[in-house]
Structures are given as structure tokens and as C-alpha cells.
């Protein structure tokens, strides 16, 4: 799985409900991604961050939060806020520096009841 | 900030031909492009990619080649297979700092049997 591990796969909201995704990895990655894709659509960039207990806004950060306690850990939090969650989100990460590469997560698609 | 353009949306090509997608990008800072490959409901992963320092980097079937001048950069895939169905994605970043990669909007490529 290329030591990126988001859980779970499959995840349901109910109206008003916050979720949240968990991203692990064990790579000793230094920065940490969310996208998030719609169907037939590209990556689009929601949060990222580069060290422990800070982050940045992507693109698309409205009705999501994030938090980064931990280097191997970066749970995206969507909550009642983004009124079309529908999507498959992935997590990324990649060490810093201009030799390094994008790994992904196996993504999680989530759904609205 | 960088954009990146990639072209065609959809492609599809006979089994054994050649299929190639192109990307452009806008910020002349921007010296890494990897290629991302994503099959159906699966996470996209690394297939190649190529620095500024090079023009062309061959892995077996697959080719990139890159022209910094024109701020353009393409994938080339040689005797195409069922199994390079999926959807393609470019990227471009920068070499300074910590910056983020930024993805084309993507490419499904259809082999036809």
C-alpha cells in the first residue's frame, strides 16, 4: 500500500453530521496532502501540511479542517459546513526537497444518506 | 501560481498504437513533472517523470518528453495494452522552497481491443 493507509474505504454522512478520514503513514514523510476528487474530475488541493502542528489552506478548504498532532498522521475533518461532500478523497505525502515524490493513499470515497 | 493545462480529455486509440497527452504549464519556475496513472476507483500512481535538467526519459512503453521553452511537456505511451486503460494525470512544480505539486485536470485513455 506504499506505507499510506487511509481508513475507512467506504464512509457515509448524515445532513447536519461531522466525519472525519484518518491518514496514516509510516514513509517518515515530512509534508501531507488531501485532495479531493469528483467524478471524471482532477485532483483538487484541500489542505496540506509540511510539519507538525501547522498546515495551510489548499484550493478547496471551505467546510473542512484539518489537524496534524503527529509526523505519520494528518485526519481530514469534513464537516456540516461543506454542503457537497460527495466525493473520493485521497491523502498524500511526500518528504521535502526538490527530489522528492507524491505517494497516495488508497482514498476514501465518502457519501451523503 | 502555477496552472497546468492538459489535453485531450478523453482519448482513445486501437491496441497496439501509440497514444500521447499533452500538458502545459505557466510558471517557467517549475522544474519537476511527474505522471500519474489511475485506474478505476484506485489511487493514481507514479509511472514516470522528468526534471528540467533532461528533454526526453524512456521506460520501456512509456516516453516523456519535455520542452522548457515552450513550457510544454508530453506522455507517450508506445504499443498500447487493455491494461493502460485509466485515467492520466500530469503535474508541474516548482524547485523552490517546499511547493506543492499542481495536477492537470486529466486524460482517460481507452484502448480499444
Known amino acids: 500500500d506504499g506505507g499510506i493507509t487511509q481508513s475507512p474505504k467506504y464512509l457515509f454522512r448524515k445532513e447536519g453530521q461531522n466525519v472525519t478520514l484518518s491518514c496514516e503513514q509510516n514513509l517518515n514523510h515530512d509534508a501531507m496532502y488531501w485532495y479531493r476528487q469528483d467524478p471524471g474530475q482532477g485532483l483538487r488541493l484541500i489542505y496540506y501540511s509540511q510539519i507538525v502542528n501547522d498546515f495551510q489552506k489548499g484550493d478547496i478548504a471551505e467546510g473542512y479542517s484539518v489537524s496534524r498532532e503527529k509526523k505519520e498522521s494528518f485526519p481530514l475533518t469534513v464537516t456540516s459546513a461543506q454542503k457537497n461532500p460527495t466525493a473520493f478523497y485521497l491523502c498524500?505525502?511526500?518528504?521535502?526537497?526538490?527530489?522528492?515524490?507524491?505517494?497516495f493513499g488508497s482514498g476514501t470515497q465518502l457519501s451523503v444518506l | 501560481g502555477e496552472n497546468v493545462e492538459q489535453h485531450p480529455s478523453t482519448l482513445s486509440v486501437q491496441e497496439g498504437d501509440s497514444a500521447v497527452i499533452k500538458c502545459t504549464y505557466s510558471?517557467?519556475?517549475?522544474?519537476?513533472f511527474p505522471w500519474y496513472k489511475q485506474e478505476l476507483g484506485k489511487r493514481p500512481q507514479l509511472i514516470i517523470d522528468i526534471r528540467s535538467n533532461v528533454g526526453e526519459k524512456k521506460d520501456q512503453r512509456i516516453a516523456v518528453t519535455l520542452n522548457k521553452t515552450a513550457k510544454h511537456f508530453s506522455l507517450h505511451i508506445t504499443e498500447t495494452q487493455p491494461e493502460d486503460s485509466a485515467v492520466y494525470f500530469c503535474?508541474?512544480?516548482?524547485?523552490?522552497?517546499?511547493?506543492?505539486?499542481?495536477f492537470g485536470t486529466g486524460t482517460r485513455l481507452t484502448i480499444i481491443p
Open positions: 510558471d517557467s519556475a517549475s522544474n519537476y
Open positions: 498524500a505525502s511526500s518528504g521535502l526537497g526538490s527530489n522528492e515524490k507524491l505517494f
Open positions: 503535474a508541474a512544480r516548482p524547485n523552490f522552497g517546499n511547493e506543492k505539486l499542481t
